[in-house]
């Protein structure tokens, strides 16, 4: 739990042990990390990220609803904090923590007011029209691989998929699908360039904004800009970009996560011929044990705190670790297991800034259609290579395979 602290934490001595958030074990094993954090440090843990960049990483189930759930300790608006003096311009974190006026960063009732334009403009698509879209766009792609009879199910179908459902819900052209993924992913891996993949979803999202100023569609762009909360161009735009990135990157390693389990893990095996309950059990599974966002940028202290054990700063940083969280004993069962049909999963975050429940219901649609579409065409379907050899992404916030070559008996295209 939270109270006052007695006197100011104590600076850099607070971070002494800091864990670093990058390099190659902590992208092959992150869980481990987890675990030894939580025997080192608590619930709460001292990290680096990288550059001797301090932060606070919650990976306690309850101390993480209490930093969401509580926007008068924990704000969401990174101007607080105390860091920023030391950050050059080209670091390459900037563009995921950087000060911004959209709805990631808003707080009180400019929140408020921006988050019911967002979500009444969700809301109001059609769930069935969506799972039409999704059975529709996953036969196409499937039907450019099928007839070869291998693929790689990363770049050409859980990284596809979920993108152009999106631009069919945002109001976006599907050609413009390439250079989306290509900046998302550029600005996700957190590198010397992630600074220019941002910069290009906000050109793309303009060029959207003023399309649809002129010609409104049935669209989630053109629903925002002409509701009563009235937002901005500036303000659409710049929530737009949030929608496409928290919709796509989430739900494209939600379904290739749920793959590589449903391949790799027999007691998924009856998935492989038509079982539906296996697949519903692969996608719960799979945000427990490998959720998307494993670690979220984040919330600052407003004032000077505790929080699980340790004393925070106003102003320090504290990420948000759903993968952590996920994994704390607390909420699992004596043999490490979530409960069979348990959801209390954090990896749709928690509180005011949660993901809304209309994004929720949509994000379910898109995976389990595109593992239910996958398997009744191709059911033989099976990993190419060995378990050992599939690589992760490089990125401590995101939790996802680089490739999932799979094979299966070529099979009728189109």
Known sequence: MTEPAATPPPGCPAHAGAVPLYGPRFQTDPSQVYREMRTAHGPVAPVDLAGGVAAWLVIGYRELQLVTGQPQLFGRDSTRWTGWSA????????????????????????????????????????????????????????????????????????????????CRVLGLSEAQAPVLIESLLTMLDGGADAPAGAQRLLAVMLELVEEKAAHPGDDVASRMLAHSAGLTHEEVMRDLRVLLIAGHQPCSYWVSNALRLMLTDERFAASLSGGRRSISQALNEALWEDTPTQIFAGRWAVRDTRLGGQRIAAGDMLLLGFAGANADPSVRRPDGRPAEGNRAYLSYSYGEHGCPFPAQEAAEVIATTAVEVLLDRLPDLRLAVAEHALVWRPSAWVRGLVALPVSFTPGYAG
């Open 87 to 166: 950050i050059p311009e080209d670091w390459p974190l900037k563009p995921m923590m950087a000060p911004a006026p959209s709805i990631l960063y808003a707080e009180g009732e400019e929140h408020v007011r921006r988050s019911r334009a967002v979500t009444d403009a969700l809301a109001a698509g059609d769930p069935y029209e969506l799972r039409k879209h999704c059975e529709e766009l996953a036969d196409r792609l499937i039907d450019e691989f099928a007839g070869r009879g291998e693929a790689d199910l990363v770049a050409e179908y859980a990284h596809r998929l979920p993108l152009l459902v999106l």
